[in-house]
């Protein structure tokens, strides 16, 4: 079919934002809609009506994803668009619902230009990918691209005791096992940035290249307790003073190692954890991620070396490997239109990484893949604070639109 240069209703797709953000609103114009609770339900049913009206089919898999799709004059794999429609607790109004009503918006726009498309066009709403509720995160996403088995996965339960399996049957959003994403011409997922880069830069638009790749320890000191006002300090093995060498040495290494590594220490546990003893124990954790497999191998190298710096006052000094993820790239075709299209549009865009996991990261492994991210004003997400610009939210659609159309051209 001929490409055509369409644009969104901008207005549109604000009113619908708004609408879905009052399922779990917060006082603080925040959304909490944990995955598969009355409101999730709610919004789950108002999409629904909202695909229905359209005319669009509705089909529900054993996981709970629900797939609206457009029928195309043939019978081919579908451009799939999507994300998801959960959030954290005292989330934000546009992780996630942004990439859902993206493909809502996107499909409104064919329909009302009469547009007919030669393949199939699907929107996607999988189910759990915050993992607030019942862990992991990504859940459906991994367990439709093998990742996750779901023998284990519909066992898992939330804070209450209730499975995943209990709740996805109460909530009348289980369905068939041969409704699940199969194969795919594409899929597209367009994501707010949930980090400062475009808007620090001023640009509308980021093509997202890969989720990075990363690696997870924990590390364990292992020291003495004794006496903390009768033992000499050249007597002590303290394994928080252990711990305090070893971290002010992983700052300076890996901040030297590479200017794109980020690196975070996020836990740290302390036993006996009592004023008037000396700590014999301390847990700390040490993740870092980098798109390039050879800076996360060096900063693997680095960490078991740990035990071996001279730096642990007397104490034990164990590495335990958590998880570790490879970087997944994206499509290379599909990343080129998304940039293509951005700059007919004229919009300001770069390429980037994703240091964050995402829905894509998992269907790319079987389907080309590729994502998109518009700013998020200070870089806040998961928070109640979070926010992006209606413009912004409007020309990211509008670049999947024509991506869209640059795809059905093909």
Known sequence: MQRQKLLIN??????ELERFANFGRTENN??????????????REFFRTCCEEIGLAMKVDDMGCMYAT?????NKPPIVIGSHLDSVKKGGRFDGVLGVLAGLEVVRTLVENNIKPQIPVTIVNFTNEEGARFEPSMMASGVLSGKFDKSVM???????G??????LQSSGFAGEIENRLKEARAFLELHIEQGPILEREALSIGIVECVV??????????GESDHAGTTPMNMRKDALFAANNLITEIRKRLGSLDKELVFTIGRVNVYPSIHTVIPNKVVFSLEARHKDPEVVSAVKDFIHGLPYLGLNEGCEVKTTKLWERDTVWFEPEICNLL???AQSLGYTNKRMVSGAGHDAQFIATYIPSAMLFVPSINGKSHCEEERTTWEDCEKGVNVLLD?????LSK
């Open 10 to 15: 901008g207005e549109r797709l604000k009113n």
């Open 30 to 43: 925040g959304v909490t809609r944990l995955s598969l609770s009355e409101d999730d339900r709610l919004a």
């Open 70 to 74: 457009l029928e195309g004059t043939e």
């Open 154 to 160: 519909v066992k898992k339960v939330d804070s209450e």
């Open 162 to 167: 209730i499975t995943f399996e209990d709740a």
């Open 213 to 222: 790749g990363m690696a997870c320890y924990d590390i364990e000191i292992t």
């Open 339 to 341: 940039e293509q299209s």
């Open 403 to 407: 991506t869209v159309l640059a795809l």
